[in-house]
């Protein structure tokens, strides 16, 4: 009996973990027999290897072959098996050296022809084999970028697998040269609001100094927002220059957030590293499994909240959202996290967001309040469809009125640019890195409500109002320890 080893890697959320794929050739039927919990997509690797194989110029071998993916019990989705599976066959059948094949981790797919595809989430797999030992990986050409991101790991890229087992052999490379293979490119709309939020700038805001200020408070602390006011007052226009106020991500940020968009196939093929903070703006529309996450059977996905994860959440027409998915964010809000159960597999993904939430003050949605004809119990309706919970949650909380004839006569020169602002921030957050460094916190938002009374007390005259508040009723314990974190923002 002829048996080869070679390795792999199943995603679980953002975690990396190593597969071992067995190939062992036996007398029987001829076939491929795939075992170790495969889905469906793993399952239709028997049809893609074996033509993959034979348009390489391979023999397939004509007796039982027997794939094994280990630890059995551990859930594999995706055709990112393929290169390890055709590889542990033809080392099994002889016609590659054992050992060179091994210790290698190999990601990719395979098409019919031979072309090695890319493939999502190749930069968590990458680092989950560093994790474990591995030292060199073979990935698709297309995703070679986001490979190399991790450090002390050989990278090689291959574009077919006819390229790949003359590396092996220790070959020249064939003569003619691979097909290049493309990541597919993200919708003509996101790469368009990309580019145009590029070029926001805070100074664009006519008025709304109170907003400009809450806006600035926000990235300082990492501090959620709601903001309520009608239709054209700048809502929208504000909460899209947030993202401008933004230092740019460290090292492990950035990673984080790319591991995330990477498992999404969201990431944009010119940019293998995610180094700003990114923004989501969700539809009203949006399921809740768009918006939290999830999938079918044990294939789960990252919502847009794990998208948004080190970056801002935008909720637009807040109350416009149904079947409790406002309600649904509260629980990532508090954890930073997002857990999603399926029948036998539990995800786990980032979700370490600041939440801006925008409504109008009734459905009606009148520029104007003498336009405006709900009652009052349409407009409280209308606004209690964001929970008295969920508003508990969000730090700052601002009604807006439209601006003034003045103020959009204001000179823009004067206006203060986001780089000026942004400039503070980064003051503001270095001096908050500063006074925790000795701490597991990045931010004034991060810090748990009694570690923040104690580490950093408030003299008694300021604590009074919030104490008053307290007792009355009108304020409840979790939003006076989101008070004295907006007020560390401050200093």
């Not at 594999?76 to 059948?93: C, E, H, R, S």
């Not at 700003?276 to 999938?295: C, N, R, V, W």
């Amino acid at each position: 009996m002829a048996l080869a080893r070679t390795r792999a890697v199943a995603l679980v959320g953002v975690s990396g973990h190593l597969v071992d794929v067995e190939a062992a050739i036996t007398s029987g039927t001829p076939g491929l027999h795939l075992v170790g919990l495969p889905d469906t997509a793993l399952s239709e690797a028997r049809d893609r290897v074996r033509a993959a194989i034979m348009h390489s110029g391979e023999e397939w071998p004509v007796r039982h072959t027997t794939v094994a993916l280990g630890p059995a019990g551990l859930p594999k989705a995706g055709a990112g098996f393929d290169v390890a599976i055709a590889v542990a066959i033809l080392a099994a059948a002889g016609e590659l050296p054992l050992a060179d094949c091994a210790d290698l981790v190999m990601l990719g797919e395979l098409g019919l022809d031979g072309r090695i595809r890319p493939v999502p989430g190749v930069l968590p797999c990458v680092l989950g084999a560093a994790e474990a030992g591995c030292r060199t990986v073979v990935v698709p050409r297309a995703n070679q970028g986001e490979a190399e991101l991790v450090p002390d790991v050989k990278v090689i890229a291959v574009g077919s697998l006819r390229a790949l087992l003359c590396h092996l052999r220790h070959e020249p490379p064939p003569l003619e040269p691979d097909e290049p293979v493309e990541l597919p490119a993200p919708p003509k709309d996101r790469s368009s609001a990309r580019s145009r939020r590029g070029s926001l700038d805070l100074a664009d805001v006519r008025g709304q100094a109170e907003a400009r200020r809450a806006l600035e408070v926000s990235a300082a602390g990492g501090h959620h927002l709601f903001l309520l006011g009608p239709p054209g007052c700048g809502k929208t226009m504000l909460a899209e220059r947030l993202p401008t106020l933004l230092p740019p991500l460290d090292r492990r940020m950035a990673l984080e957030v790319t591991a995330v968009h990477s498992i999404a196939g969201a990431l944009p093929p010119d940019r293998p590293l995610i180094e700003h903070a990114p923004f989501q703006a969700p539809h009203h529309s949006a399921t809740k499994s768009a918006i939290i996450g999830g999938g079918s059977g044990r294939q789960v996905h990252p919502g847009v909240i794990s998208l948004a994860h080190n970056g801002i959440l935008f909720i637009d027409e807040a109350p416009e959202y149904t079947g409790g998915i406002l309600d649904s964010l509260r629980q990532p809000m508090e954890s930073g996290e997002v857990c999603i159960d399926r029948s036998g597999v539990s995800t786990r993904f980032p979700a370490m967001f600041t939440l801006v939430m925008a409504a109008n003050p009734c459905p009606c949605a009148a520029a104007k309040v003498l336009q405006c004809r709900c009652t009052p119990s349409v407009r409280a309706r209308y606004l209690a469809k964001i929970s008295g919970p969920l508003l508990d949650r969000v730090d700052l909380k601002l009604e807006l009125s439209p601006a003034t004839r003045a103020e959009l006569r204001y000179d823009l020169e004067n206006a203060e640019s986001s780089r000026t602002v942004a400039a503070r921030v980064q003051d503001a957050r270095d001096r908050a890195l500063a006074r925790m460094s000795d701490l597991p916190w990045r931010s004034n938002s991060e810090i748990p409500g009694p570690e923040l009374r104690r580490r950093f007390p408030v003299s008694p005259e300021a604590l009074a109002p919030l104490e008053r508040a307290l007792q009355e009723g009108s304020l409840s314990a979790r939003g006076m320890d989101r008070a004295l974190r907006t007020e560390r923002a401050e200093k």
